[in-house]
């Protein structure tokens, strides 16, 4: 019971809540270019590489506004590269997603190099993170332990659940987001209707990169405040697979990767008692594969729906010639 | 009439074209390079100058870059198959660990006559890569779940799982992270006496050959590559779509297999955590830069072969570290896929070849 | 004199204890004006081997340094291969008689950290932001033997100190996150421990970071990370690669020519050591800081023998 | 003279393939024009043009009296121009009113107002007569309700010139019926229609004006009354051509083809076959017509194997076949010419060889062993080329570089040669322009005297009329009834093809 109640508790969403912004973040991102029918394998990159211009802004404006911007920025410097070469020149999307990944990987290091003198790692040296919000009342009307549910986290955080709405919001009432689906869902009626493809996706592209660099810029500057190379650790990656399997939906988004962060924050939990490191960080990437190949079953109602039919039917008397014109007997 | 002549032309004309393009997204790439070498200080000549000695300077050279083109060609064959029948094996990685591992353990744990020892170590490395995309492959002929997904995640979980076979269950006592050494009977003979390059490279090349062949002269081939360009035409054809489908994706798990079992017995004769990470991705994107096909292949790989190799000197010799290498690979890589010429009139039918 | 040429390769330059090696790499450049040059392995364990012939045969180099246990085969065949190279390897010892080998006792000072952490724990509430709860916490890199070291230092001295505290240990499984780090952390302070020590490299920087959100303790390593988090960090256990490149490259500067042999560098000689960080030096009772000291004395005499992890 | 539309010297060149070739037309407001002209003569392409989808050349473009640039379809929707494409272009996620306003939403405080989109797709419907529900998806639409909104897409957007391409391919007789009605109200209201057709009794039927194009060039503009049939028939094909009855000799063979009682579904899962029962004999052609759509595609996939069939039985040669792999069916002796030739029929991006290879690809002389013979296989191709006249450089061709009909005979080639004594050939002709259908139809009474038993899927009355021995007709999944071919009744197939019975008929008169 006690290790129960020490496994299961608030702390545990309150990680989870920590664990799931930064994919959903640059999910979210991703649902643009997926959205407009372009697959974004470089997530990762622009994500790294905003953390690296957050942390190098936030010291240059000693401000996390500031960071932020540039940060942001950088990602969308990665997302017009991205835009031009498969948009313009029609390059393969994962050869370009992967070379940007690797080019950030590279750059990063090697400006951190020429910007720091160091290598690996960047912290103090005045970094400003991303101040704490306070719900004002929120402890009060909770409780102290109930109120860190929502209350205490850096802004992105609520930026990222909030952007859910927005976007929910943006594709089914804006033009830009209708257009956006078109495009990726039937390209040849957006042209016929005058609507430019290419703009789209740019436009997608860009906001890709503006929500990406969200997510590096959070991972720099709120979720902890330094930078250190390959930060990103496979969260981009992460999010390219969630995007995968959600079409890129706002609402399947957050459900990804809810799952994704809760399975996370719980593994985490189940180390400390005794389960070894190794398999145990597998279990985030086990319960994704499981939930992915789950609802690639389930994916087929009709068909269950049909089996149960046929069941139904060779139990029941034979159903007679005019009884079953409409809908016809299974084949037994 | 007309359409004969113009077909003519568009094809000489499309080839030039595409040489002249390729060209041109090289020279741009390097440019850009230039700029970046020169931003740390450095001559672009010399760094120039340096890669090509420290990947072809002399014999030794030469054979270090073949020894860091072996696995990315092998991974990159791997791409290649599963691309022909229309799908992505990202998951290439995952395999190569799990091959590698599998290898290892034949390696040390059994003793065995030479060349037996040898094979029954690939053999299992084989099956481990084959066994590793089963699930995937299954889930993907039988209901559509996106490869790219699946593999990419089975990818994480294979790593951490021969880390923790190697830590917790295999670790060689008072060693670093790794597996007791294999016993000398498995190991792959060396080609030469002053390199580690070993017949893996061999086996590569034959596998590329004989892929190549496979596609381009079987009943079997015609049907994969039939299945990946033009699935529907396929199954009306009378060929088992599905069973193809999986076959391949087990095909290209097994050699992803085979990779790690090459780089295990061949050069590192233990497997250690981390033993050799990213060949995957470089072999997958060499095969796109290929375009799927094994013989290009063989010379994307190369290329980046030689490219590793050279930056290993480059930053003994220079002050460039091996990041600014990267860089500017992937700045060929990004150049490169461009294809400038080819694709810059704004025509919309430009088809894909695949989709995700 | 001449002028002494010096190159160091790891892969972890980027990391806590190799950056307190390029510290002292440096420092030995500023005093004695070597010339230096350092490589980075990067990941990829087929690039060992050429990178140490590169070097190697270029022949320039007096003395190469080699840190990391994964480097330790490549080093071996391309040391036989150049017997006139002199290697320095650093963090280890093997049996062979054709290097320098620089040991590093992190059980020791792993020991006297985890004293440190028992005593203070067991001080409970007694302590400012010390509950009750008499558990501490470790968050170690990968899951590797180096790191097991460490923990096992760790916990052999939070036992001795305080045999009721309970240790609870967990791996990021990687050494560049954070994040996960920070997150980990979280956790083990969510489960009652008020001491986390860290031996995870930039990952560990997430701990220091979760300390100072979490308002409890931790404990930094390799460097001092007392500033890391200011009136959180109890203290840090130093393993001074600093001190140990110095003092080869000052012997090799001044004419005494390193040769093959083990060099260790433990409690007693300054190798390892724990800081604690000034603002809980100032509030940490007489009585303990006595205990701490003598327990340290007892190690350094032998008198406690620490298991090696294997 | 009041214009609509004037174009003057359109040339449009793709590549070194000219397909408009100076054209001038001129389209008088208020009348229904119609463009016609065998496949690939450049209609779509001229009022892609028009519309701005696709850009000249060479040539003027005045639009209500104003020559303009037209570079966007925005600029030919702003002038008053509406296109209802010859494949339809709805976003099947989508409900029929966004459908109807995407591109000129209608937003208030910059959010897609909803509701007034339906209000506004409501009334609409309701002022032109085609009944929608706007707030439908798309998605599982019919095709003809899909053509109504593609047409209410135009006129919401105050269009008024309507160009329609091919627009009744895929309507059923009363369906085109209702569209030419719902078109000529337009155009008592002062609206203009162009709208291109391979129908010539359509054509004959509601035009005013017909321009006639062959090889990208205008041949003719006429006013319809000073047209005959024969006359257009001359002025496409450059020839005369008959679609007369094929002569025949009556043959009794064995019952190569046997189905009972079938019943299968379509992809979206509805039933699509209804306890449909036929039989064909060696030597013999059984059509099936039938408006597309009406389970005729279904019903040859199931009996090649690639649709599962929910009950009933098909024998070949007394065998079962509902249970085999479309390979074994075809080691059983069915040959198969898909109706989807694009997409089933050939690999657009292969080679000649390569698709004649196909379903042959492990059996002698082609390979050995699993060996392929490439030689053989160019060897085999470039006869067949020779034989079924197919025009292309060689075996090594890509198929994509062929025209249609060229495609259609690498099929026809393929499946007549496979070596199965029953051919199931579904649409031969669509698309194909008349010259290559006598040739397609030639061959294909070559099969029938051969011994050959086929079955003969066709949407084309006259291509049944001319090939088929018996006819059965298709309505929704079922057979309507059966009528023979030598002494058919256009309207009783008419009637049968829109679900009626046309016994009932003669009752009710
Ligand atoms: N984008 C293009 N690139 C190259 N050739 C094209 C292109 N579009 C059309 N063509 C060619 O131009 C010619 C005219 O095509 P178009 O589509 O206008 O014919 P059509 O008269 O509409 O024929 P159909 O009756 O089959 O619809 C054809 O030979 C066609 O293949
Ligand atoms: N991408 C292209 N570039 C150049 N020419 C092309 C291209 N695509 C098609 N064509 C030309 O168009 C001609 C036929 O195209 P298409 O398939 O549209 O023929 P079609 O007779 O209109 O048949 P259908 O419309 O029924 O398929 C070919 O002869 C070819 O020369
Ligand atoms: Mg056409
Ligand atoms: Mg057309």
């Known amino acids: 019971m006690e290790i129960l109640s020490n496994l299961f508790n608030v702390a545990l969403l309150v990680a989870t809540i920590r664990t799931t912004t930064p994919i959903l973040l640059v999910a979210l991102g991703g649902s643009f270019t997926t959205k407009a029918g372009i697959f974004n394998i470089g997530l990762e990159g622009q994500m790294l590489i905003a953390a690296f211009f957050a942390v190098v802004g936030s010291i240059w404006t000693g401000s996390s506004l500031g960071g932020m911007v540039i940060g942001v920025s950088a990602a969308l410097v990665f997302a017009l590269i991205y835009a031009v070469l498969v948009v313009s020149f029609r390059a393969n999307e994962v050869v370009v997603g992967l070379a940007l990944n690797i080019l950030a990987g590279g750059m990063t290091v090697s400006l951190l190099k020429a910007i720091f003198g160091t290598r690996g790692s960047v912290v103090g040296r005045g970094i400003v993170g991303l101040p704490k919000v306070q719900i004002p009342g929120a402890r009060d009307l909770l409780g102290p332990s109930t109120a860190q549910l929502i209350s205490g986290y850096t802004p992105l955080v609520y930026v990222a659940f909030l952007a859910v709405l927005l976007m929910i919001l943006f594709y089914n009432r804006t033009r830009l987001g209708l257009y956006i689906r078109v495009v990726g869902e039937k390209p040849e009626a957006a042209e016929a209707l005058g609507i430019s493809i290419a703009r789209i996706r740019y436009t997608a592209a860009l906001l890709c990169g503006l929500l990406a660099g969200l997510a590096g810029a959070h991972m720099s500057l709120g979720y902890i405040t330094m930078f250190t190379e390959n930060m990103s650790s496979g969260r981009g990656f992460m999010a390219v697979a969630i995007l995968i399997f959600s079409g890129g939906d706002p609402l399947k988004v957050l459900a990804g990767c809810l799952l994704f962060g809760f399975a996370d924050a719980f593994s985490l939990r189940l180390q400390t008692f005794g389960f070894p490191s190794y398999l145990v960080l597998a279990v985030p990437y086990a319960v994704a594969l499981v939930a992915l190949f789950a609802l690639s079953w389930r994916a087929r109602p009709k068909r269950i729906r049909e089996t149960v039919e046929t069941i139904r039917r060779a139990l029941s008397v034979h159903p007679s010639r005019e009884a079953g014109r409409d809908a016809p007997l299974p084949r037994s | 009439m007309t359409n004969r002549l113009l077909f003519r032309g568009l094809f000489s004309k499309g080839l030039a074209r595409t040489l002249a393009g390729q060209a041109l997204a090289f020279a741009i790439a390097l440019a850009l390079g230039a700029v970046i070498i020169l931003m740390i200080e450095e001559s672009p000549v010399a760094v120039l100058m340096t890669l090509m000695r420290g990947a072809f300077g002399d014999a030794e050279k030469i054979a270090g870059t073949l020894l860091q083109t072996t696995p990315i060609l092998i991974c990159g064959i791997a791409a290649c198959i599963a691309l022909r029948g229309g799908m992505f094996n990202v998951g290439i990685e995952g395999q190569l660990f799990l091959g590698g591992f599998a290898a290892a353990w034949v390696g040390f744990a059994f003793a065995l006559p030479p060349v037996l020892h040898v094979l029954a170590a690939m053999t299992l490395a084989v099956v481990a890569g084959a066994l590793w995309i089963a699930i995937p492959a299954f889930f993907r002929v039988r209901f559509g779940t996106n490869e790219v997904v699946s593999t990419i995640l089975a990818n994480y979980i294979a790593t951490l799982l021969t880390s923790y076979f190697t830590i917790f269950l295999f670790k060689r006592p008072g060693g670093w992270s790794e597996t007791p050494p294999i016993l000398t009977s498995a190991y792959l003979p060396e080609l030469f006496s002053f390199s580690r390059l070993n017949i893996g490279l061999l086996i590569g090349l034959a596998l590329a050959v004989g892929v190549a062949a496979f596609f381009r002269w079987t009943s079997a081939g015609y049907a994969v590559t039939m299945v990946g360009s033009a699935p529907k035409f396929a199954e009306y054809g009378g060929v088992s779509v599905r069973r193809v489908g999986f076959g391949v994706l087990l095909v290209s798990g097994a050699v992803g297999g085979l990779a790690g079992g090459v780089e295990t017995l061949g050069v590192h004769h233990r497997f250690m955590e981390g033993f050799a990470p990213g060949f995957g991705f470089d072999g997958l994107i060499a095969a796109l830069l290929a375009n799927g096909s094994p013989i290009g292949t063989i010379f994307t790989a190369l290329f980046f072969g030689a490219l590793r190799a050279g930056s290993l000197l480059l930053e003994v010799d220079t002050t460039a570290s091996r990041e600014i290498i990267t860089v500017i690979q992937a700045l060929i890589i990004l150049a490169v896929s461009a294809d400038l010429m080819m694709r810059r009139r704004g025509d919309r039918t430009g088809e894909r070849r695949w989709k995700f | ?310 | 003279m009041d214009l609509a539309v004037d174009l003057s010297g359109i040339t449009k060149r793709f590549g070194a393939f000219t397909a408009n070739d100076g054209i001038d037309l001129a389209v008088r407001r208020g009348e229904i024009h119609a463009i016609i002209g065998e496949n690939g003569a450049g209609k779509t392409t001229l009022m892609n043009i028009l519309f701005g989808l696709l850009q000249p050349d060479a040539g003027t473009i005045s639009i209500g009296g104003k020559t303009m640039l037209v570079d966007s379809p925005a600029v030919a929707i702003n002038e008053g121009l509406g296109m209802v494409h010859q494949h339809f272009k709805l976003v099947p996620s989508l409900t029929v009113a966004d459908n109807i306003f995407l591109g000129m939403e209608i937003r208030r405080n910059g959010l897609i107002d909803r509701a007034a989109q339906v209000e506004r797709t409501r009334s609409l419907s309701e002022k032109f007569g085609l009944r929608v529900d706007p707030q439908e998806r798309v998605a599982g639409l019919s095709v003809g309700i899909e053509q109504r909104i593609e047409i209410l897409k135009v006129l919401a957007r105050n269009a008024r010139t309507i160009i329609l391409d091919e627009p009744t391919a895929v309507l059923t007789p009363q369906e085109s019926r209702d569209l030419f009605q719902t078109l000529r109200s337009f155009v008592d209201d002062g609206m203009t229609v162009i709208f291109i057709s391979h129908h010539l009794e359509e054509v004959m039927a509601v035009s005013d004006t017909v321009t006639v194009l062959r090889d990208g060039r205008v041949v003719a503009t006429k006013p319809k009354s000073a047209l005959t049939k024969r006359e257009l028939v001359r002025l496409m094909v450059g020839r005369d051509v008959s679609f007369d009855r094929r002569p025949r000799t009556r043959t009794d063979g064995a019952v190569a083809l046997e189905v009972n009682d079938l019943w299968a579904r379509d992809d979206r899962r509805l039933t699509a076959l209804k306890s449909v029962d036929l039989t064909v004999r060696a030597g013999e052609i059984v059509g099936i017509a039938g408006v597309a759509g009406n389970g005729q595609t279904e019903l040859a996939e199931v009996l090649s194997g690639l649709r599962p069939a929910s009950h009933g039985s098909a024998k070949l040669h007394g065998h079962d076949i509902l249970d085999r792999t479309p390979a074994e069916i075809r080691n059983r002796g069915l040959a198969h010419v898909p109706g989807d030739r694009m997409v089933r029929g050939v690999d657009r991006n292969a080679s000649l060889s390569a698709n004649m290879l196909m379903g042959r690809q492990t059996k002698r002389p082609f390979a050995r062993l699993g060996v392929i013979d490439w030689s053989a296989v160019h060897g085999t191709m470039r006869a067949l080329i020779e034989r079924f006249d197919i025009r292309a450089r060689g075996p090594k061709d890509p198929a994509r570089s062929l025209s249609g009909g060229n495609i259609q005979k690498v099929v026809l080639a393929r499946e007549f040669t496979a070596g199965g004594d029953v051919l199931l050939i579904d649409q031969p002709t669509r698309g194909v322009d008349i010259g290559a259908q006598e040739a397609i139809h030639d061959e294909i009474m070559r099969q029938r005297a051969d011994g050959r038993a086929i079955l003969l899927i066709s949407t084309q009355l006259d291509e049944l009329k001319a090939l088929a021995d018996r006819i059965l007709v298709m309505f929704d999944g079922g057979i309507m009834g059966e009528v023979d071919g030598a002494a058919m009744d256009e309207d009783a197939i008419g009637l049968m093809m829109a679900g009626i019975d046309p016994a009932d008929m003669t009752e009710a008169s």
């Open chain 3, 1 to 310: 004199a001449e002028k002494v040429h010096i190159a160091a390769i790891s892969g972890y330059f980027a990391q806590g204890f190799g950056i307190s090696i390029v510290n002292g790499l440096n420092k030995a450049k500023d005093d004695f004006g070597i010339d230096l040059k350092l490589v980075d392995t990067g990941n990829r364990a087929l690039d060992y081997e050429e990178q140490f012939a590169n070097l190697a045969k270029s022949g320039q180099y007096d003395l190469i340094f080699v840190m990391g246990w994964e480097l330790v085969d490549a080093l071996q065949k391309v040391g036989a291969q150049y017997p006139n190279q002199r290697f320095v390897f650093i963090d280890g010892v093997l049996d062979a008689k054709t290097m320098v080998y620089a040991n590093f006792a992190e059980e020791q000072g792993s020991f006297i950290a985890g004293a440190l952490a028992g005593l203070v724990e067991d001080m409970g509430p007694e302590f400012d932001k010390i509950s009750d709860g008499k558990a501490i916490g470790f968050v170690g890199g990968r899951d590797i033997p180096v790191i097991r070291n460490f923990l096992g230092g760790y916990e052999q001295g939070a036992k001795y100190a305080a045999p009721d505290v309970k240790v609870n240990s967990v791996f990021a499984g990687t050494f560049d996150d954070p994040a996960k780090g920070s997150e980990l952390a979280m956790a083990l302070y969510g489960q009652g421990a008020d001491i986390v020590y860290n031996v995870a490299g930039p990952t560990g920087e997430g701990v220091m970071q979760a300390s100072a959100a979490a308002d409890k303790y931790s404990l930094g390593v390799d460097i001092d990370m007392c500033s890391s988090a200011p009136g959180n960090v109890l203290a840090s256990m130093l393993k001074r690669g600093d001190v140990a490149v110095y003092a080869i490259i000052k012997d090799e500067v001044e004419g005494r020519k390193v040769m093959p042999g083990t060099r260790t560098f433990d409690l007693a000689s300054g190798g390892v050591e724990v800081k604690v960080c000034d603002d809980v030096a100032a509030k940490l009772p007489a009585a303990i800081k006595d205990k701490l000291e003598a327990i340290r004395t007892d190690v350094i005499a032998g008198k406690i023998q620490i298991a090696r992890a294997k």
